[in-house]
């Protein structure tokens, strides 16, 4: 059975698998290829992170697979599941359009759909998300919305056809860690689609705090790009995410505002 930890994991059969629209994924960190200071950077962070689900741009990057200078050149589709990205899209129709354009090129029906707008936080089009994930899913794209941390917005993008809902840690690219926990809480706990936090997450503790929510994954980019060792950034957040998932099935003991001892205190020597 596939599920977040690593195969040889000792805890592997004790979690559910990590699916979505039906297919199962092993690693539950998703990344993407954005701001890496070289191909080869990028793909030994992507290696060492332990990803299948890797998010491509569509409106930033060469879609011709043939040339090495381009980001597909180096992503290997037999290994990677590559997941067409509308980034940069400040309105419903370009979205639209980007998503189209992917399929056309040869990606999958799936698409990590954002639909920007505010071009200083980066933050969702609400309205226009929703109009987006209504198309798209109506043509028969597997719509994985990234949002605000909005319980309400979540419930209309999964009544809207979204396969997985995304809602934000912090501002995009800002590595200001989960700012909200009761609020991605709630979003996990209501909607039935699967949860995956993306965006803000900054370092390995901040992305164990996220997944100990209960959330079903994480997507991330500027945490591993932007690291000054991506590599190294890369297999901690592999490990963080494994811990943190293992954190939230083991259940934390209560927080107390008292001490109270680990030993018992009743039959002490005298």
């Excluded at 180096?74 to 419903?92: E, I, K, M, V």
């Excluded at 040869?106 to 994930?133: R, Y």
């Excluded at 840690?169 to 926990?181: D, K, Q, V, Y």
């Excluded at 803000?200 to 209960?214: I, K, N, P, R």
Aim: negative net charge; aromatic residues 6%.
């Amino acid at each position: 059975m596939t599920t977040v930890l690593s195969p040889a994991h000792p805890d592997a059969a004790l979690d559910t698998p990590f699916t979505i629209a039906g297919r199962e994924f092993r690693s539950r960190l998703l990344v993407g290829t954005g701001k890496y200071a070289s191909n080869d950077a990028m793909v030994r962070a992507i290696d060492a992170s332990g990803a299948e689900v890797v998010t491509v741009a569509v409106r930033r990057v060469n879609l011709d697979r043939t040339r090495d200078e381009g980001i597909l050149y180096h992503l290997d589709p037999q290994r990677f599941f590559l997941l067409a990205n509308t980034a940069g899209c400040y309105n419903a129709d370009d979205a639209v359009r980007y998503a189209r354009l992917a399929r056309a090129a040869g990606f999958n029906e799936w698409v990590k759909l954002e639909v920007i707008g505010d071009a200083e936080t980066l933050l969702p089009d609400t309205a226009g998300l929703l109009d987006a994930t209504r198309t798209l899913a109506a043509e028969g794209f597997k719509v994985m919305a990234y949002s605000n941390d909005d319980l309400v917005t979540a419930l209309r993008l999964e009544d809207a056809g979204a396969v997985a809902v995304m809602p934000l840690a912090s501002p995009i690219g800002s590595g200001l860690g989960l700012l909200n926990e009761f609020s991605i809480r709630t979003i996990k706990h209501r909607l039935s689609v699967p949860v995956i936090v993306d965006a803000g997450v900054g370092t390995a503790s901040d992305a164990c705090l996220t997944m100990e929510q209960g959330v079903d994954g994480i997507l991330m980019n500027t945490a591993l790009a932007a690291a000054a060792d991506p590599v190294r950034m890369a297999t901690a957040m592999r490990s963080a995410v494994e811990a943190g998932r293992l954190a939230y099935l083991a259940g934390r003991m209560p927080r107390r505002e008292v001490a109270v001892p680990s030993s018992p205190t009743e039959g002490l020597l005298e």
